[in-house]
């Protein structure tokens, strides 16, 4: 019994100080967040957003650019398509001393315009400089030009470069992640109401009927508990490479038969045997060190289907810490008129010997070492539409070099006058009971063995429906692994607004998945070089009737 109660011991610290693989804009929008991510943001989520800076890679023939609209000329975050013959193209509107005087341009041309199209003032000499559009044809923006003098810009022409109207600076080359951390704890029993209604409300537990009303909230099958955590420091991107060196992960599910909740709240009753034999504990802690890159890629069969397309890949290398499962095989409370007689088996399979763990030259732990691979790609349909596709730890395996099983076999007989004395008992009298049990408890090596770590296919898109407003939506689905099993497809829309890029917020909602339902909210603090972002979320329900919660948080520096 006390291996078991150690391994329970071990197991509730660690998950408390749990963690979620999701960076705060993830759990703002429900995990909606997957196709703009840009720097940090990229990492652990989809490598083929790490091309959105610098050149494209092209293959086979140069491609000649398309013919732009005015209705095409929607602002874009990311810079345009580069190679060897392009050329880009846009309108100056004005040249002045007054920086005053370009701005009163600059307003007077949007209001008659509207906000949609590209833009950028430049400083030369003694002149301010204003441009507009951002055109890879001549043609275009030949016809863009009279419509710009038709409408009173009479000084306007065109002006030509080798490189887009806007500059790669508004994607970061270098982002730093100082620190972040997040925690996820979740069931799919209690909430805040029934905390407080029922658990701390007075309520009086010998009213059958109350009681009742009490345990009605555990389910029939079993009561689910899943926690969750991640620390993050010093990942980075520079260009089109990302590292992650230090984030430490712990993932943690628990299975709860109802009877015991009957056990606790009912009482033993007499011909009213209790099987305990669903209890099952699952544990993972990791710290995996990630390699990602991504780039633009210039595909002839895509040339007249995306405006731009991106592939990544990245490298996980899986540190395992711990693995652990606790299962119990057998455990029943059988009552007989004159008796109670507790029998039980316990399972537990860890990677570190529970009967040397408390001993000072305790060995260290069996670390396990394995390899996960991340895929996948994004596509700017159109200024206003991306889409992205990822398969995320894929083909991921922690390999332990030993492992250990704790085997506990227990037999309790106790007879109505033993119960009946059994409060009154010193400890010698109770020790003496105790060796009365059958008992057998071994530990032994089983040597090395594989785990599934758990893998993800993601769909994910955006839409930009306003110049400050877009949508998000991702499906996600879990692969077979041996942490997180049955889970349903999770689907998830969310909404970014950004009134100013100083300050985006987010929220978002999803169903299905771990948890059946889940929103989340947040948002993105930009001062500068240095980013807060902060997301928090609910799941199973909303507010006081909530079922869980997550909350994560981290400080970044972009360059």
Known sequence: MRSLYLSALITGFLLAGGLTDTNPIQTATAGAYLTRTIGNDALGVNPASLGYYGKPIIFGAAEDGKRDTLGLMEKDTVSASEDSIQNYYSVQLIANPSKKRVKETKITFYGQFGNNIPWAVTKIDTLYKLRVGDFHNRDTVDAFLDTVIGSGFKDAWIVTKNRPLEEPEQIPYFTLTLAGAGLYVGNNAIYPDWINNQLFGGLDLRDPGKKDDFLSVFPADNWNINMAAEINSMSFTLGNFGLSILQPKVLGSGNLPPAIMDVLFEGIKFEQPKDLSALHLSLLAASPISVDYGRQLQLPQ????????????GLNLLVGIADMHVDADRLEIITTPDSVLIEGKTTILTNFDLEEFNLPDSPTPALGTGFSLDLGVVADINPLLSVSLSLKDLFGTTTWPERYISENEFSIRLSAEDIDEIKDYNDEQMDSLEQSFTEFDTSYATGSGKTAYPSQFILGGSYRILQDL????????????????????????SVEYEPTPVFPIYCGIGIGGLDGFKWGTGFRLNLGAFQWNTGFGQNGGIFNTSKGMCFSTDFRLIF
């Not at 991702?474 to 829309?493: G, K, M, V």
Request: aromatic letters at 14%; a negative charge; proline letters at 3%.
């Open 470 to 493: 877009i949508v998000h939506a991702s499906f996600r689905h879990f692969l077979n692994n041996d942490y997180l099993e049955d889970i349903t497809p999770q689907l998830s829309i």
């Open 302 to 313: 895509l040339k007249n289907i995306v405006d731009r397309f991106y592939a990544g890949a």
